[in-house]
T-cell receptor
Framework: AQSVTQLGSHVSVSEGALVLLRCNYS??????LFWYVQYPNQGLQLLLK??????LVKGINGFEAEFKKSETSFHLTKPSAHMSDAAEYFC?????????????FGTGTRLLVSP | EAQVTQNPRYLITVTGKKLTVTCSQN?????MSWYRQDPGLGLRQIYY???????DKGDVPEGYKVSRKEKRNFPLILESPSPNQTSLYFC?????????????????FGPGTRLTVL
């Protein structure tokens, strides 16, 4: 069955440090890939998505992610963390045989940013 | 402003007392979906709707009902709530699918409804 794995339920970084949040999927069919962010007491907001074309995708707030088919990964990065990046991040995928509408989410990674 | 709204935002109820959580979008989206979010489990899809009068089960539909009589509204109904339905619920919508079901549309999420069933 298709699945999404986010390694690490919590990631802690210092302000100004590199942010790396990991996401791997299992599927023989290339999916569409998404990263969503959830700030405290808010809904989910799309950070970025990969569908086709260039494998390095840039999103909002300085985040980017690279689709690596050989590694079935879509890790999220940001060169320099800011205090305002503290939130929960969800990787999600969708597949063509489900009409691309059905999103399957990872379990989430909470990013903690210390001064 | 384009948005997905949910009501109520917070609800505390008792076992067995029927309740409805409303969801409305003003973007003329065809696709709508309900998710529940639980710690350590991420978001799981409850039900979805491809268009008016077209609904289908997601991954965790037991104990829930939905209806889609109008394009903009997609209420979630709990006929007899139980404590294991205590959760944070999100409604989402997207523009929809062309023929063949392929779409790159983003799903827009509502602010969430925190439900506690005692």
């Amino acid at each position: 069955a298709q699945s999404v794995t986010q390694l690490g339920s919590h990631v802690s970084v210092s302000e100004g440090a590199l942010v790396l949040l990991r996401c791997n999927y299992s599927s023989s069919v290339p999916p569409y890939l998404f990263w969503y962010v959830q700030y405290p007491n808010q809904g989910l907001q799309l950070l970025l998505k990969y569908t086709t074309g260039a494998t390095l995708v840039k999103g909002i707030n300085g985040f980017e992610a690279e689709f690596k088919k050989s590694e079935t990964s879509f890790h999220l990065t940001k060169p320099s963390a800011h205090m305002s990046d503290a939130a929960e991040y969800f990787c999600a995928v969708s597949w063509p045989f489900a009409g691309f509408q059905k999103l399957v989410f990872g379990t989430g990674t909470r990013l903690l940013v210390s001064p | 402003e384009a948005q997905v709204t949910q009501n109520p935002r917070y609800l505390i109820t008792v076992t067995g007392k029927k309740l409805t959580v409303t969801c409305s979008q003003n973007m003329n989206h065809e696709y709508m979906s309900w998710y529940r979010q639980d710690p350590g489990l991420g978001l799981r899809q409850i039900y979805y709707s491809m268009n008016v009068e077209v609904t289908d089960k997601g991954d965790v539909p037991e104990g829930y009902k939905v209806s889609r009589k109008e394009k903009r509204n997609f209420p979630l109904i709990l006929e007899s709530p139980s404590p294991n339905q205590t959760s944070l619920y999100f409604c989402a919508s997207s523009l929809s699918t062309a023929s063949g079901g392929e779409s790159t549309d983003t799903q827009y999420f509502g602010p969430g409804t925190r439900l506690t069933v005692l």
